[in-house]
């Protein structure tokens, strides 16, 4: 068998699963999605599904948890640009320099009475919670109502969460975790975080 004809053959046969596949997803309801892991590019991921679903005219709310204090890139963007948007940021910056866990606490609640508010707005197509899971993993937020929050959303909405950990049970609650795994990072070399790359 020729190199074509063996390239056609594995092209043919893997259409033919891929063409399964999605035949056998049958069922048509909003997403959930964790992208989690030690590696760059968890909120760079969720803005870039944001970019989509503003191509096709959804909605969209961002709920940012930590991150704040200093402007990046993306808030910029999306308060200058982006006027159908609504992003709420916590504001506290790192809670490894604010050093108030009492204040943090308030902080994360505040926050999260915004998040809740959007994940019960039938009108959100898609609502992103960044950072979230340090709330959870440093037991700011009950991890039982921010589950339940999550699963019993409106059935169209679709909910980006990002963020290192999270834990076991929001992984399982859920439809899809994506890990981001660090490999090698420039940080590690001593080399600044960069404006429009890092933020």
């Given at each position: ?102 204040g943090d606490i308030s ?93």
């Amino acid at each position: 068998m020729d190199r074509t004809t063996k390239h056609n053959k594995a092209m043919a046969k893997q259409k033919a699963a891929v063409d399964e596949g999605i035949a056998k997803a049958d069922i048509d309801r909003g997403v959930s999605v964790l992208l989690t892991g030690d590696g760059k590019g968890k909120t760079s991921s969720a803005f870039g599904m944001v970019m989509r679903a503003l191509g096709y005219g959804q909605r969209v709310g961002i709920v940012q948890f930590i991150k704040g204090e200093q402007a990046s890139g993306e808030e910029l963007f999306v308060r200058e640009q982006l006027p159908t948007v609504t992003l709420y940021q916590m504001g506290t910056g790192f809670t490894w320099d604010t050093q108030d866990r009492e204040g943090d606490i308030s902080a994360a609640k505040r926050t999260w009475a915004q998040a809740k508010g959007m994940l019960n707005d039938d009108q959100y197509d898609l609502v992103v919670l960044d950072e979230l899971t340090y709330m959870l993993a440093f037991d700011y937020l009950p991890e039982a109502e921010v589950i339940a929050a999550i699963t019993g959303r409106p059935t169209s909405q679709s909910v980006i969460l990002t963020g290192r950990g999270g834990g076991q049970a929001l992984r399982e609650a859920v439809d899809t975790v994506s890990e981001v795994k660090e490999i090698k990072h420039a940080y590690r070399a001593g080399i600044r975080a960069r404006q429009g790359v890092d933020y």
